[in-house]
């Protein structure tokens, strides 16, 4: 996958994970995007690892796993944070 699709990925996934997980990050939109990029990795990664899929392309469940990696990684930052 190139990487604009990951920029794509992590940008959707970034957004899904503030939606589903709303609250006062510092950093913004350009936290949300790193983050939700990093998840994609973590979840196509994790998800590699468990049998679940990972995150080859832009599809349904590429999202759905790189949005949850985007989740852990926005649940350890705001523990790190706190």
């Known amino acids: 996958m190139g990487i604009l699709s990951w920029i ?3 940008l959707l996934a970034g957004i899904l994970a503030k939606w589903i997980m709303p ?34 392309g832009l599809s349904l469940g590429s999202i759905v796993t790189a949005t949850l990696g985007a989740l852990l990684l926005l649940f350890i930052f705001r523990k790190v944070k706190s």
């Open 8 to 10: 794509i990925l992590g």
């Open 23 to 56: 609250g006062k990050d510092g950093g913004g939109m350009i936290v949300t995007i790193l983050l939700g990029i990093a998840g994609a990795f973590v979840g196509g990664w994790v998800g590699s690892l468990i049998g679940l899929g990972t995150t080859g």
